[in-house]
């Protein structure tokens, strides 16, 4: 910086140096404390591991795009009437103790999903709603997904999953078989119920006996 440069005027060695500190700054904030404050965090007892068949419909359900519509974090009453949606109570970090990558979602084209296991624990009803949103939810906006099922005539084969539609959907001689694509996703959705406690039980004091 030259001898004429007053104190405000920007060079290149100050943008760099302004750049490197908000840089330093928005990881502070962003990373290292919600790191430091939730490192301890345990799952809750109630919260099970994904199971392999779980993790493949995780996967499945990043693939097509179901986070862009839907999120996974239900708010807090003062912030929207969530809990009246019957969409569950406030989620709290250990409930994502498992989840890798977080799918908190940013837009609610349609509902929270994150007690969609407990809120329909039908494997019929999810496996249909994937393959004809629109026979469960008249006037759904939400795509179908055709290629996650074999339709063909005749009769389904032994250890084939049958999707049992609404009869007004159903065609007669016609069969919809469930791919292990959406059996896996369906499996994962029924594995959204983050219905118990948030927290643990405060231990009740147990008095002294008396000698």
């Known amino acids: 910086m030259s001898d004429k440069t007053s104190f405000w005027e920007m060079d290149e060695l100050r943008l760099i140096i302004g750049a490197m500190v908000i840089l330093g700054g928005a990881t502070g904030v962003l990373v290292v404390l919600p790191y430091v404050l939730l490192?301890?965090?345990?799952?809750?007892?109630?919260?099970?591991?994904?199971?392999?068949?779980?993790?493949?419909?995780?996967?499945?359900?990043?693939?097509?795009?179901?986070?862009?519509c839907h999120s996974q974090q239900p708010r807090d009453i003062a912030q929207a009437p969530d809990a009246t949606r019957g969409w569950g109570r406030a989620s709290v970090a250990g409930d994502y103790a498992y989840d890798t990558p977080h799918l908190l979602g940013t837009m609610r084209t349609g509902p929270?999903?994150?007690?969609?296991?407990?809120?329909?624990?039908?494997?019929?009803?999810?496996?249909g709603h994937l393959f004809q949103p629109r026979a469960y939810t008249p006037g759904s906006i939400m795509p179908s997904y055709p290629y996650l099922f074999e339709v063909r005539q005749g009769e389904a084969k032994a250890g084939e999953t049958v999707v049992k539609l609404p009869p007004a959907f159903a065609q007669?001689?016609?069969?919809?078989?469930?791919?292990?694509?959406a059996l896996a996703l369906v499996?994962?959705?029924l594995s959204l119920d983050r219905t118990y406690p948030a927290l643990l039980p405060l231990p009740v004091a147990v008095p002294k006996e008396q000698p």
């Open 39 to 68: 490192e301890d965090v345990k799952p809750p007892a109630g919260l099970k591991p994904y199971t392999t068949q779980q993790l493949v419909g995780r996967q499945s359900y990043i693939a097509n795009g179901c986070v862009y």
């Open 112 to 127: 929270d999903l994150l007690n969609i296991g407990a809120r329909q624990p039908s494997k019929d009803w999810h496996l």
């Open 172 to 181: 007669s001689g016609q069969v919809v078989l469930a791919k292990p694509e």
């Open 187 to 189: 499996d994962y959705l």
